[in-house]
């Protein structure tokens, strides 16, 4: 049942009053002469509901994730599709590309890049790796304040120079300005493991799934 207006109020001067107000000011009206009334010392026995506040907006997709690979053997590639395909799962669009046919003056334009990469002899990079690597560490080499990145790095423990491509190519995209979404993963032969890890890790990272902070890590064989 509705409540009985008092008798010094006149309804047909209260609906004068009210015209031409919308919901929000109704609302806000409301909660005035609620306000009035308690400190007033009136009866009034509740608040009036409150108008609930917009959701906040949803954060920004990632518009684009490059992955690099530079790799004698083909595991660096096999660890790319695999990262790309596991992007592509989560709605992210991936663009998979040989360090040889990456052209480097790209990378300016990189925002979110995973880097998987061997090393060689003695600390050396791939072939595929070497225009990239030498051009990083050059005079050209452009500053990445917008950059987010992650390297997964093939090696050999059995080399003294132990995954030192992808130690490089991690330090200097730091020099550069860039910010690591994982610290580096260093692998041995039995990257595979490792490699499934760190994809989902680097995913997660990049969609906000999981705040947590990845450790360094060296695998070794098993």
């Known amino acids: 049942m509705l409540p009985t207006l008092p008798a ?16 929000q ?51 660096g590639k096999k660890i790319a599709q695999q990262a790309a395909d596991a992007a592509a799962a989560k709605g992210l669009k991936a663009n998979v590309q040989d360090m040889n046919d990456y052209a480097p003056r790209q990378l300016a334009q ?47 423990k059995s080399y003294l120079q132990y995954c030192q491509t992808g130690k490089d190519f991690d330090q200097k995209l730091a020099e550069l300005g860039g910010t690591r979404l994982l ?13 499934a890890q760190w994809v989902e890790d680097v995913l997660n990272a990049l969609t906000g799934a999981s705040t947590a902070t990845a450790v360094p890590v060296t695998v070794g064989a098993s």
């Open 8 to 23: 010094a109020l006149d309804e047909a001067a209260l609906q004068n009053l009210t015209a031409g107000l919308s919901p």
């Open 25 to 75: 000011q109704l609302v806000w009206l409301s909660g005035y002469l609620y306000g009035q009334a308690t400190s007033a010392g009136g009866g009034v026995a509740a608040a009036p509901a409150a108008v609930a506040a917009p959701a906040p907006a949803a954060a920004p997709a990632v518009e684009k994730l490059t992955i690099l690979y530079g790799s004698h053997t083909g595991n």
């Open 110 to 156: 990189e925002q979110n890049l995973l880097v998987i990469v061997s090393t060689h002899g003695e600390g050396e990079p791939p072939i595929s790796a070497e225009e990239l690597h030498a051009f990083i560490n050059g005079p050209r080499a452009p500053k990445l304040p917008k950059l987010r990145y992650a390297v997964f790095a093939l090696g050999d």
């Open 183 to 195: 610290d580096r993963v260093d692998a041995d032969v039995a990257y595979k493991a490792p490699a």
